[in-house]
């Protein structure tokens, strides 16, 4: 059994920093890709960054380039999401998503695309 466990969302100040993870399990998690995803109340939820299974393409939203960096340990099934310079709009739930092999950059965003999801932890920015 997939299983996808989020943890490192909190409370931070406008500009700070978080870091989350997402330590998977029931799966080769090297032949995956994972993304991040979040959904802010009341919105849909969207994409937000993904890494292909050997960590050698990433691929991030917009709104959080050179703010966000996606990585991964594959000896330790975690992928991670360093956010910097935290603002208002990116408080959500932020949840972590699976998919095997890789993908191409548009295909990577539709989270149609990916079977295994998370339960998500909460990010919230006060400013």
């Known amino acids: 059994q997939v299983q996808l466990v989020e943890s490192g969302g909190g409370l931070v100040q406008a500009g700070g920093s978080l870091r989350l993870s997402c330590v998977a399990s029931g799966l080769t998690f090297s032949a995956y890709t994972m993304g991040w995803f979040r959904q802010a109340p009341g919105k849909e939820r969207e994409f937000v960054a993904a890494?292909?299974?050997?960590?050698?393409?990433?691929y991030y939203a917009d709104s959080v380039k050179g703010r966000f960096t996606i990585s991964r340990d594959n000896a330790e099934k975690t992928v991670y999401l360093r956010m910097n310079s935290l603002k208002s709009d990116d408080t959500a739930v932020y949840s972590c998503?699976?998919?095997?092999?890789?993908?191409?950059?548009?295909?990577?965003?539709?989270?149609?695309?990916?079977?295994?999801w998370g339960q998500g932890t909460q990010v919230t920015v006060s400013s």
């Open positions: 998503a699976a998919v095997l092999g890789g993908g191409s950059s548009g295909s990577l965003h539709d989270q149609a695309k990916y079977p295994y």
């Open positions: 890494i292909t299974w050997s960590g050698g393409n990433t």
